[in-house]
């Protein structure tokens, strides 16, 4: 059974920095695509930032520069980097593997972590 833990939210104050974090278990494929994504009140996750198998990464235009995802494929977790953090950061964040399957992805997701930033 596949399972994401994200860890290391919190309350920053505008221009800080936090690190998130992303434990899993259960990976038994070579995922797709490694990401974090965030979650608005009353809005649909957003993508932050993908790392995809071949090492290429993307990141969300609005985080561009501040916000760096890495990917430890010795024990399977990730991280994501916040710096220069903004109150529009606030969000709930999630961890996300993609499983390859025959005829698209699967998506694994983990509870989330709070970030708030404060002005």
């Known amino acids: 059974q596949v399972q994401l833990v994200e860890s290391g939210g919190g309350l920053v104050q505008a221009g800080g920095s936090l690190r998130l974090s992303c434990a899993t278990s259960g990976i038994n494929f070579s995922p797709n695509a490694w990401g974090w994504y965030r979650k608005f009140p009353g809005k649909l996750r957003e993508l932050v930032a993908e790392?995809?198998?071949?090492?290429?990464?993307t990141y969300g235009d609005s985080v561009k520069g501040r916000f760096t995802i890495s990917v430890h494929n010795a024990n399977n977790t990730l991280a994501l980097q916040m710096n220069s953090l903004k109150p529009e950061d606030t969000a709930l964040y999630y961890c996300?593997?993609?499983?390859?399957?025959?005829?698209?992805?699967?998506?694994?997701w983990g509870q989330g972590t709070q970030v708030t930033v404060s002005s």
């Open positions: 790392m995809a198998r071949d090492g290429t990464s």
């Open positions: 996300n593997v993609k499983k390859p399957l025959y005829n698209g992805n699967y998506y694994y």
